[in-house]
T-cell receptor, first 115, second 111 residues
Framework: EADIYQTPRYLVIGTGKKITLECSQT?????MYWYQQDPGMELHLIHY???????EKGDLSSESTVSRIRTEHFPLTLESARPSHTSQYLC??????????????FGQGTRLTVV | RKEVEQDPGPFNVPEGATVAFNCTYS??????FFWYRQDCRKEPKLLMS???SGNEDGRFTAQLNRASQYISLLIRDSKLSDSATYLC????????????FGQGTELSVKP
């Protein structure tokens, strides 16, 4: 069973509000990822982190920001939500061990609707 | 060219059919390979890791061809419950990299 948690599961919020999506894992993984996925579409990497104090932008440009102050915690923040941010956001973590990546574990996702 | 590319779907097959998915990757130094399954509106979950020698888990068989830089997933005797999107995932050789997900191939198994 994966030990990676996202909150909230569902969020409906008004335009212009600041929101933070939480992601925590208890596996001690160094690598963490945020993906954005619209219904029926592919996963798009928006942010990733190699470890504490390391964050990188992903392949898809995003107005969100992330931080990695603790190994287990990788929150994503939108300063001013817009309807175009409506999507599902998935957090994942993995590890690099002896020249191989371990599988990525995913949280259950946050389904964000901006009205 | 995308780093990881999968067969475009959807695949619509009858129950009991055998279906094969292919995935190609561009980085020849890649070392980690996986197949994931994603059900509608759910998070992706690991189906199986792919090893150099190939591996089998029940009705599912995964193969790796390093020379041609592709991996495959074979599903035998497909069930209605196999309907999902199948994602190919590749990891690089170095710690500074990241896992790369393919765009996914949708499978629909019909009665």
């Amino acid at each position: 069973e994966a030990d990676i948690y996202q909150t909230p599961r569902y969020l409906v919020i008004g335009t212009g509000k600041k929101i933070t999506l939480e992601c925590s894992q208890t596996m001690g993984h160094d690598k963490m990822y945020w993906y954005q996925q619209d219904p029926g579409m592919e996963l798009h990497l928006i942010h990733y982190s190699y470890g504490v104090n390391s964050t990188e932008k992903g392949d898809l440009s995003s107005e969100s920001t992330v931080s990695r102050i603790r190994t287990e915690h990788f929150p994503l923040t939108l300063e001013s939500a817009r309807p175009s941010h409506t999507s599902q956001y998935l957090c994942a973590s993995s590890e690099f061990d002896t020249r191989r990546y371990t599988e990525a574990f995913f949280g259950q996702g946050t389904r964000l609707t901006v009205v | 060219r995308k780093e990881v590319e999968q067969d475009p779907g959807p695949f619509n097959v009858p129950e009991g059919a055998t279906v094969a998915f292919n995935c190609t990757y561009s980085n020849s130094a890649s070392q980690s390979f996986f197949w994931y399954r994603q059900d509608c509106r759910k998070e992706p979950k690991l189906l199986m890791s792919v090893y150099s020698s190939g591996n089998e888990d029940g009705r599912f068989t995964a193969q790796l061809n390093r020379a041609s830089q592709y991996i495959s997933l074979l599903i035998r005797d497909s069930k209605l419950s196999d309907s999902a999107t199948y994602l190919c995932v590749v990891g690089p050789y170095n710690q500074g990299g990241k896992l790369i997900f393919g765009q996914g191939t949708e499978l629909s198994v019909k009665p």
